[in-house]
């Protein structure tokens, strides 16, 4: 079964607009991580955010996480098309067993 | 470094015949898991191993699914026999011990068609 829900599903924003997903998760986690998938590089990391972070930045990209909601976002800056891809939010109870979101789809429009 | 190395990146095979999918994780990764990704979803993590150990397959359907991992570092998944419902994409992903034992590598994976 599938913990984390992104939301939303889709989204589709112009070149140099920033893009905000979100997921939600249902149980205590270690860490929460976000990937992106596209059909040419396959599944790739992009940030890990522990469970006693608020907030972590990385490059464009700017993850909060709120424990208390069993929430976290992803900002992603100044988006370009190369970004276009899905995003997916993975949590983990602390087994390294990660548990996937269904995903967000993003499309950056040139 | 090498990534994560998947074979064959596409099988289309009739239902009820055998399907087997090949891994190398990353070098020095003691870690490997095998995942599904059923279309539109994110992966489902199917069997995880530390070395040649499997720590964890509880959502492995043991029925027809079966893996392992000699000596620690290549990996087989297999299915036998194949139904419909297993068309999906099969990846398989590594992670080294130490610091950064949470982040996970992937392969590209394997797309599975069940005619």
């Known amino acids: 079964s599938q913990q984390g829900e992104e939301d939303p599903q889709a989204l589709s924003i112009q070149e140099g607009e920033n893009a905000t997903m979100n997921c939600s998760y249902k149980?205590?986690?270690?860490?929460l991580q976000w990937y992106r998938q596209n059909s040419g590089r396959g599944l790739v990391h992009l940030i890990l955010i522990r469970s006693n972070e608020r907030e972590k930045h990385s490059g464009r990209l700017r993850v909060t996480l709120d424990t208390s909601k069993k929430s976290s976002s992803l900002l992603i800056t100044a988006s370009r098309a190369a970004d276009t891809a899905s995003y997916f939010c993975?949590?983990?109870?602390?087994?390294?067993?990660?548990?996937f979101g269904t995903g967000t789809r993003l499309t950056v429009i040139p | 470094e090498a990534g994560v190395v998947q074979s064959p990146r596409y099988k289309i095979i009739e239902k009820k015949q055998p399907v087997a999918f090949w891994c190398n994780p990353i070098s020095g990764h003691n870690t490997l898991y095998w995942y599904r990704q059923n279309l539109g979803q994110g992966p489902e993590l199917l069997i995880r191993y530390e070395n040649e150990e499997a720590v964890d397959d509880s959502q492995l359907p043991k029925d027809r699914f079966s893996a392992e991992r000699l000596k620690g570092v290549d990996s087989t998944l297999k299915i036998q026999p194949a139904e419909l419902g297993d068309s999906a994409v099969y990846l398989c992903a590594s992670s080294s011990p130490g610091t950064r034992r949470y982040e996970q590598y992937f392969g590209p994976g394997t797309r599975l068609t069940v005619t």
């Open positions: 149980t205590s986690i270690n860490n």
């Open positions: 993975a949590t983990d109870a602390g087994a390294n067993n990660l548990f």
